[in-house]
């Protein structure tokens, strides 16, 4: 299926899931479930998702995410070498320390607790979605350097890695080999989801962010500094995707979800290193208020890079969007960087965690008013 030639309109990943589901979860974690029911309540939730988007008219979809507990804890239900625990199985005070550094990790955690060997990741979920729909797909995959922060546990992870680069180094293989499963599968987009890149917006070069913070806590690891760090993550997504760029479309998400007191800045403080990345297409949250002006970063976007542009706000759900303010928002962006270059996306997905309520009618209307923007947008730069 052809995409349009300028302002895509896709998702970030995750659609809020049905109260059903969840329900569901809690029953086969209990025992209560067997493995073939929560199976027919997942494709039934990701049937949900698909239909969703589609009547919103998005361009590129995802499969909502559903069977993922979260974004990054769901691979201790798929990859040899990590389990899933309850954050506070890491450490007892794990919800005060969140609470201390305004930095809410989601509640299922990953953690490294043996050898990494090659699992399949998401190719299963694609080959569901593909049976469903025709339309081009999307499929997130945790970056290695946000894996790296978020499953190595000094204590629980060492003796089989002793330090986190090695842990990565590990990941990194396993998803050289999934993304070329997906390639072969036929889908449109890889997603790298790197928030931990993102979040170090808010560090500095001696200081680390909210979320290093937390998570050096937590799991014991130890910040690097500024530069050492954003250079770690491109060398490991750059290892990761070295050779298939050509092949398939890839992307890196970057977000931080600001906190009340978060500095006013966007994702041009991590300009130029972030370019190094040899991922086409940077999936940034530019909607949430404290995120600053998106135009900033199209001034400084190389010529050979997209933009999927965070348009809609996933932490307000009192409040849609209008067209106009989307289109003004884009437009802004459209200043700098060729429509054909901007894809037009929510700032995160809807539900990055199981637990995250955010009601799926309201996000539905975002999708809508962002698609109709996007149509509007075509026809005033003549590429309807
Ligand atoms: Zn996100």
């Not at 729909?133 to 945790?142: A, D, E, F």
């Not at 998803?175 to 808010?202: H, N, T, Y």
């Not at 937590?218 to 995707?241: F, M, P």
């Not at 500095?263 to 086409?280: N, S, W």
Request: aromatic fraction near 10%; glycine fraction near 6%.
């Amino acid at each position: 299926m052809a995409l349009p030639r300028a302002f895509v309109t896709s998702v970030v990943g995750s659609w809020p899931r049905p109260p059903w589901l969840i329900d569901a979860f809690e029953r086969y974690s209990k025992g209560a479930l067997d493995q073939q029911l929560l199976n027919q309540y997942l494709d039934d939730a990701v049937k949900l998702a698909i239909k969703d988007q589609e009547e919103a008219g998005i361009d590129v979809i995802t499969d909502g995410e559903q069977r993922r507990v979260s974004f990054v804890a769901f691979l201790g239900q798929k990859v040899r070498g990590f389990r899933v625990v309850r954050v506070e199985e890491l450490h007892p005070s794990a919800r005060e320390i969140m609470r201390r550094h305004k930095a809410p990790l989601t509640l299922w955690r990953p953690v490294i607790a043996g050898y990494i060997e090659d699992s399949i990741i998401a190719l299963d979920e694609v080959q569901y979605a593909k049976r469903v729909t025709q339309k081009p797909l999307k499929v997130t995959l945790p970056s290695p350097y946000l894996v790296m922060w978020e499953s190595w546990h000094a204590q629980i992870s060492s003796p089989y890695y002793p330090r986190p680069e090695d842990a990565a180094e590990a990941y990194v293989r396993v998803l050289r080999k999934e993304i070329s499963r997906l390639i072969d599968a036929g889908v449109a987009f890889v997603q790298l989801d790197e928030p931990m890149l993102g979040d170090l917006l808010e560090a500095e070069p001696d200081k680390p962010d909210r979320y290093k913070r937390v998570v050096s806590e937590i799991y014991g690891q130890k910040y690097r500094g500024l530069r050492d760090e954003i250079q770690l993550a491109v060398d490991l997504i750059n290892e990761a995707v070295g050779g298939y760029i050509t092949s398939v479309r890839v992307g890196v998400h970057l977000d931080r979800w600001p906190a009340e007191d978060s500095p006013v800045v966007g994702y041009e403080r991590l300009a130029p290193h972030i370019f190094d990345l040899k991922t086409k297409q940077y999936v940034v949250e530019y909607k949430h208020p404290r995120m600053g002006d998106p135009e900033e970063f199209a001034r400084v976007l190389p010529s050979d890079k997209e933009i999927g542009l965070g348009s809609v706000d996933v932490r307000d759900a009192g409040r849609v969007e209008t067209v106009e303010e989307v289109v003004a928002h884009v437009e802004r962006v459209a200043k700098h960087v060729d429509p054909a270059r901007i894809w037009i996306n929510p700032d995160c997905g809807f539900a990055p965690g199981m637990y995250r309520a955010f009601p799926r009618s309201v996000a539905l209307e975002k999708l809508k008013v962002m698609v109709r923007a996007a149509r509007l947008l075509r026809e005033r730069y003549w590429w309807a």
